[in-house]
């Protein structure tokens, strides 16, 4: 049955009810961006720096962005995007082998994801030093904030909806600081894989950014209706 909350549209409506009751009923419009992290080769099986499972994300974000793109809601494709003597590779007293170097086949974005179009990219950790958040030292802030003169928006982009790889570094600490920005933020559940260096970073990322107010959400709980 249609609630009375139920709006013209696409709902994205809780299939289980949420802590407080309440099922989510969330419409995806122009005022509702998806940020597509790191489906990037190196993030991939048989990459430089390979999240288990991190290529069968690929067909629930395509399904998001078809999503998105038949409801206007603008869509981010982000990029892990190194220069190759980059602060965070073990060559250089850093964490991670060498991975995403800028123009190599390994940053390059898994090739059965549907393709940014032109505009849409934003990449980090260009420069020396490590940046796991898309908010950090790139123009991804001014960009929302841009997208609302060019949509005409009023009250602009409202809510971020985050996925991909990894949960537990780029797509953590974006929706952190997407939360610290005032964006309501949904997680993407179902759409995102932990590299876990420990086996419970996964969980414990998810339990910080619901803790600090995401959403988790997974397409199961999408439904289309018409008021
Ligand atoms: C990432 C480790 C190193 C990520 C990037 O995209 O989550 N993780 N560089
Ligand atoms: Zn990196």
């Known amino acids: 049955m249609v609630g009375r909350d139920s709006i013209q549209g696409i709902l994205f409506q809780g299939s289980t009810p949420r802590k407080n009751g309440t099922k989510l009923a969330i419409k995806i419009d122009s005022h509702t961006a998806l940020v597509v992290v790191d489906i ?4 991939c099986p048989g990459g430089a720096l390979a999240v ?9 974000l395509n399904k998001y962005i078809q999503l998105f793109r038949s409801s206007g809601g603008p869509v981010i494709y982000t990029r892990d995007w190194h220069p190759p003597d980059h602060s965070s590779f073990k060559t250089q ?9 800028q123009g190599s086949e390994g940053a390059k974005f ?18 020396k030093d490590e940046a796991y958040s898309f908010f950090q030292g790139t123009d991804l802030a001014h960009r929302l904030r841009r997208l609302k003169y060019r949509l005409g928006l009023r009250g602009g982009i409202r809510a971020l909806f985050v996925g991909g790889l990894a949960t537990d570094y780029c797509v953590k600490e974006t929706v952190l600081d997407a939360l ?36 988790e959400v997974s397409l199961a709980d999408l439904a289309s209706e018409s008021a």
Request: include cysteine.
């Open 110 to 127: 898994h090739s059965d994801l549907l393709q940014p179009a032109e505009g849409e990219i934003v990449s980090k950790a260009d420069r």
């Open 93 to 101: 007293g850093g964490p991670w082998p060498p991975h995403c170097v």
């Open 180 to 215: 610290k920005l005032g964006f309501q933020v949904y997680y993407l559940d179902d759409a995102s894989k932990a590299v876990n260096v420990k086996p419970e970073d996964s969980k414990l990322a998810v339990k910080e950014m619901v803790s600090k107010g995401a959403m």
């Open 52 to 60: 288990a499972d991190g290529d069968k994300v690929v067909p629930v």
């Open 40 to 43: 990037q080769n190196d993030f």
